[in-house]
C-alpha cells in the first residue's frame, strides 16, 4: 500500500506558516515596547530578541536591521495588521475611491488620517528624531516620506481625474495640501502638544481639505 504523503506535508507547511507568524507578531510586539520605552538609539536587535524569546540571529534574518525592524513596524501600523494585502487593495482606498461624493471622500480621508495617525505617531516621530543622528534611521525617514509622498500624488491624481478639484488647485498643489495633512507633525502639534483628540482632528482635516481643494 502506498502512503499518501501528500497531506502530512501540506499540514507540516501550515503548521510552520503559522509558527513564523506567531514570532514575527511577538517580535514585533516587544520592539514596538522597546522602542517606545527606551528609544531609537537604546533599543538593539538583542534586546527585542531577548524580549521576543527568540535568537538574535531569527530577527536579523527576518528584519535585516534595526531600520528593517522599524519599517516592518510601521508597515503594520498604517494598516493596522500583518496580513500580506497591498495598501491599494485595502478596504479603505477600495472604498474611497468608489465613494462618489468628493467631499465624502475627504471627510472620510481625514477620519483615516486621524485613525492611522494614532497607530503610527509614535514610531514616525521615533524614525524622525533619530535621523539626526543614525544613518540607518535617516534612510528610513527619507523612504517613509518618498512612500507618503507618492500615495498623496495618486490620490491628488485621483481627484483631479475626477473633475473635483477647483479650477484654481493643479493637481500638484492638492498633492502638496495632502501631503501636508497627513504629516505626523501636524498630528504631533494639535493631538500631542494642543491635546485635540483623533476624532477632533480628523474632522478639522476633513473640513480642511475640502475648503482648499474642492
Do not use: C
Amino acid at each position: 500500500m502506498v502512503e499518501d504523503v501528500n497531506p502530512r506535508r501540506s499540514y507540516d507547511s501550515s503548521r510552520r506558516q503559522e509558527q513564523a507568524r506567531t514570532t514575527r507578531r511577538a517580535v514585533l510586539d516587544t520592539a514596538r515596547r522597546l522602542f517606545v520605552e527606551q528609544g531609537y538609539a537604546k533599543t538593539t536587535m538583542g534586546a527585542v530578541a531577548a524580549g521576543a524569546g527568540v535568537s538574535v540571529e531569527t530577527v536579523y534574518k527576518a528584519f535585516a536591521n534595526k531600520a528593517g525592524l522599524v519599517k516592518a513596524l510601521f508597515d503594520v501600523a498604517v494598516v493596522g495588521d500583518d496580513e500580506p494585502v497591498p495598501m491599494m487593495q485595502r478596504e479603505f482606498v477600495q472604498r474611497n475611491t468608489a465613494e462618489p461624493d468628493p467631499r465624502r471622500k475627504l471627510t472620510g480621508y481625514g477620519e483615516h488620517v486621524a485613525r492611522v495617525g494614532a497607530r503610527t505617531s509614535a514610531i514616525l516621530l521615533l524614525v524622525r528624531d533619530a535621523a539626526a543622528t543614525d544613518a540607518g534611521a535617516a534612510t528610513l525617514w527619507e523612504q517613509l516620506q518618498a512612500e507618503r509622498l507618492t500615495g498623496m500624488t495618486a490620490f491628488a491624481r485621483h481627484l483631479a481625474d475626477g473633475g473635483h478639484l477647483r479650477d484654481d488647485v493643479p493637481a500638484d498643489e492638492a498633492r502638496d495640501v495632502l501631503w501636508t495633512h497627513n504629516s505626523v507633525e501636524l498630528w504631533n502639534l494639535l493631538v500631542e502638544q494642543r491635546g485635540w483628540s483623533p476624532d477632533r482632528f480628523g474632522d478639522w482635516v476633513g473640513r480642511q481639505l475640502v475648503a482648499a481643494l474642492l
